[in-house]
């Protein structure tokens, strides 16, 4: 066997082992739970450059001989395999935009000849002083001032990591650029990190970081009466709480007259239930995670602390609009939970409930300005916008947002979409 040959059947080997692992990945085991994650994560969302990077290696491969033996003919056959599945992956990417239009029907418009602004980041703003710690968030907003009279949305971002790792340097950059660009000014806040804190810690942390942008609108040329909160993973969970606790003074500790409500609420791919009532994330992420370093507390013990810290415990007839966003493939937020939080809330809310569930998509899909994510994005704009135009026109007709039907058509007060 030349080396050529047994390089392509070496490729071909874990081309199809990386695709089987991206479309069905390991769930339940201990050590191999964390890199099947990765793995599948990256397949997924660097499909067209794994198409690429693989239809190099193999001509370059073939032109060294490597069809000169049996086994590089079937290293071949495997990659045409995998290569296959990586098409399909692409072509379900391709899918979130109709997806997603399907999502929104007709609630949304595509908001041609909008302004497209120049952008810049402003970083390192420290908004809060707390347990020693200064804490933290960035600015990406038009260059541009907003014209005379004008006030601008807001959109405060909250970064994922388990609530233990994370920065606000890493995540939701694509959202944040294409949201600063078409006039929104995007804020994007650090939290407190466990095991050093202790939920509802982080929720209280971001909660200031609202007040902070509420206290300086005047600074940054927004409207204070129309903030929007969007995160993903733990920051979507927190970013949910958010839009679930409004001015709850439980979590405003010295702030308990700060306006804490959001206008809008898009969680991406969000951890909706800390009591694992599903049995859909197993033992492992109460017993050695949940417990010991973000509750400090033993769910047999103390289960209203737990169901206190679940959105699905919380949901309300007073919630804001949501855009629930989460992929049916997702290994760290299982979808079950995502659909029963959809179902909950869109049963009892007076506000729009819209949800987009994504075919094949893993959890934290949007960390690369990938197919999906650039579909995705647009999807939120959309969202984000309509929510944006229906506030200003209630402004001005004295009439409050929240209340009006969700979706043309609705009997109720919100209704809930699902694809997928």
């Known amino acids: 066997m030349s080396l050529s040959s047994f390089l392509l059947l070496c490729l071909g080997l874990i081309g199809a082992l990386l695709l089987a692992n991206a479309f069905v990945p390991v769930r339940r085991n201990r050590v191999l739970f964390l890199p099947?994650?990765?793995?599948?994560?990256?397949?997924?969302?660097?499909?067209s450059l794994h198409l690429v990077l693989t239809a190099g290696l193999v001509a370059a491969f073939v032109w060294m001989g490597a069809l000169d033996t049996w086994a590089g003919w079937v290293g071949l056959v495997l990659v045409a395999v995998a290569s296959s599945a990586l098409v399909?992956?692409?072509?379900?990417?391709?899918?979130?935009?109709?997806?997603?239009?399907?999502?929104?029907?007709?609630?949304?418009?595509?908001?041609p000849g909008r302004i497209r602004h120049k952008i810049a980041r402003t970083r390192n703003v420290a908004f809060s002083k707390v347990a020693g710690r200064v804490l933290k968030l960035d600015v990406l907003a038009p260059v541009a001032p907003p014209g005379e009279g004008e006030r601008r949305p807001a959109l405060l971002q909250i970064h994922g990591g388990a609530w233990v790792i994370g920065d606000?340097?890493?995540?939701?950059?694509?959202?944040?650029?294409?949201?600063?660009?078409?006039?929104?000014?995007?804020?994007?806040?650090?939290?407190?990190?466990?095991?050093?804190?202790?939920?509802?810690?982080?929720?209280?942390?971001?909660?200031?970081?609202?007040?902070?942008i509420r206290a300086h609108a005047d600074e940054y040329g927004i409207d204070p009466s129309f903030v929007a909160v969007t995160g993903g993973?733990?920051?979507?969970?927190?970013?949910?709480?958010?839009?679930?606790?409004?001015?709850?003074?439980?979590?405003?500790?010295?702030?308990?007259?700060?306006?804490t409500s959001v206008q809008a609420a898009v969680p991406f791919y969000a951890v909706f239930d800390l009591t694992d009532r599903n049995a859909a994330q197993g033992p492992e992420f109460l017993q050695r995670f949940l417990e010991p370093l973000v509750m400090k507390a033993f769910l047999a013990d103390e289960p209203e602390r737990f169901r206190e810290a679940s959105p699905l415990d919380q949901v309300s007839a007073d919630a804001p609009p949501f855009f629930v966003i989460h992929g049916d493939n997702d290994t760290l937020a299982p979808v079950v939970d995502a659909r029963m939080f959809v179902a909950e809330l869109g049963g009892v809310s007076q506000a729009p409930v819209v949800y987009l569930e994504l075919r094949g998509a893993q959890h934290?899909?949007?960390?690369?300005?990938?197919?999906?994510?650039?579909?995705?994005?647009?999807?939120?704009?959309?969202?984000l916008a309509t929510m944006w135009a229906r506030h200003q026109a209630g402004r001005e007709a004295d009439v409050p947002v929240v209340g009006e039907p969700a979706l043309p058509g609705s009997d109720e007060g919100a209704e809930v979409v699902a694809n997928g």
């Open 168 to 212: 606000k340097r890493e995540q939701a950059i694509p959202l944040l650029k294409a949201m600063a660009r078409d006039g929104w000014v995007c804020f994007n806040a650090n939290y407190r990190l466990s095991p050093g804190a202790t939920w509802p810690d982080h929720l209280v942390d971001v909660k200031q970081a609202l007040a902070f």
């Open 364 to 383: 934290a899909f949007d960390t690369f300005s990938s197919i999906r994510t650039r579909r995705v994005v647009r999807a939120v704009d959309r969202f």
């Open 233 to 259: 993973s733990a920051g979507g969970h927190i970013a949910t709480m958010m839009a679930l606790t409004q001015n709850d003074p439980r979590y405003q500790p010295g702030f308990e007259d700060a306006d």
């Open 88 to 111: 399909i992956v692409v072509v379900r990417s391709w899918a979130a935009a109709g997806a997603a239009s399907a999502a929104l029907g007709d609630f949304a418009d595509d908001r």
């Open 36 to 47: 099947s994650f990765v793995a599948s994560w990256l397949v997924l969302e660097l499909a």
